[in-house]
Nanobody, 124 residues
Framework: QVQLVESGGGLVQPGGSLRLSCTAS????????MGWYRQPPGKERELVAT???????NYADSVKGRFTISRDNPKKTMSLQMNSLRPEDTAVYYC??????????????????WGQGTQISVSS
């Protein structure tokens, strides 16, 4: 019913920039908080940044000042601009969103949805 699709991953040199995008589609009534998470090799998945439907943002300390999260509510998209990339930013990046689906009989229930993930590799 709902899909999140990421794009924009790839290989970049240290100090470089990349921009990730996430597009939501399907039977969507409303999108609440959206966010980016990442899973470095051999580690647990961790929060990168979140953004509320009103635009309030939250960042992991490790990316503050380097990454910027944004969203376009009418287009149901979210982006992550990543600057000054470091080797430790290497990970699979996942898009996440809390979404209310169109279902009047059940009062538009909310659920957490994930994208398939996109690889970011920072290396010289």
């Amino acid at each position: 019913q709902v899909q999140l699709v990421e794009s924009g991953g790839g290989l970049v040199q240290p100090g470089g920039s990349l921009r990730l995008s996430c597009t939501a589609s399907g039977s969507i009534f409303k999108i609440n908080t959206m966010g980016w998470y990442r899973q470095p090799p051999g580690k647990e998945r961790e929060l990168v940044a979140t953004i509320s439907s009103e635009g309030t943002t939250n960042y992991a300390d490790s990316v503050k000042g380097r990454f910027t999260i944004s969203r376009d509510n009418p287009k149901k998209t979210m982006s992550l601009q990543m600057n000054s990339l470091r080797p430790e930013d290497t990970a699979v990046y996942y898009c996440n969103a809390n979404i209310l689906i169109i279902d009047m009989r059940r009062g538009h229930p909310a659920g957490d949805y994930w994208g398939q993930g996109t690889q970011i590799s920072v290396s010289s």
